[in-house]
């Protein structure tokens, strides 16, 4: 039996300020997920093209709550964001929706990632 979150889904971020709303950022097919919601050959297909990213990482919790941790690697497999994230809502026909937080790698020096976590920008999936 397949993990819950084992799907495609859309994938979403703030634009830049001052803008507002969304904007689609491309797709996380999450479809090999195991039953235990480990993934380790997800695949990131960006709006704008190009080499699409590999995703790694775990779904844990059980219903009605999974915490889920993306790590998204370039073609040349370096690591190259985390992706954290809470499913927040689950309706009808399936449609799920989970929220979290998108943090770019960076040096090791401790006051840099101090301050990048502050700017860290949300992310949304969503699966209609």
Request: glycine residues 12%; contains cysteine; proline residues 8%.
């Amino acid at each position: 039996m397949a993990h819950k979150l084992a799907h495609t889904w859309t994938c979403h971020v703030m634009p830049p300020p001052p803008g507002k709303g969304v904007i689609r950022e491309g797709h996380m097919d999450l479809s090999t997920m195991d039953p235990n919601g480990v993934i380790t050959d997800g695949t990131y297909y960006l709006e704008t093209g190009g080499a699409p990213r590999t995703l790694k990482g775990e779904a844990v919790g059980g219903n009605p709550i999974f915490y889920l941790t993306l790590r998204e690697y370039d073609d040349r497999g370096i690591h190259r964001a985390t992706y954290d994230g809470l499913l927040v809502h689950e309706g009808s026909s399936d449609r799920l929706v989970i929220v979290g937080k998108k943090h770019f790698q960076l040096g090791t020096a401790s006051l840099d990632i101090a301050a990048a976590e502050q700017n860290d920008p949300p992310w949304i999936l969503t699966k209609p």
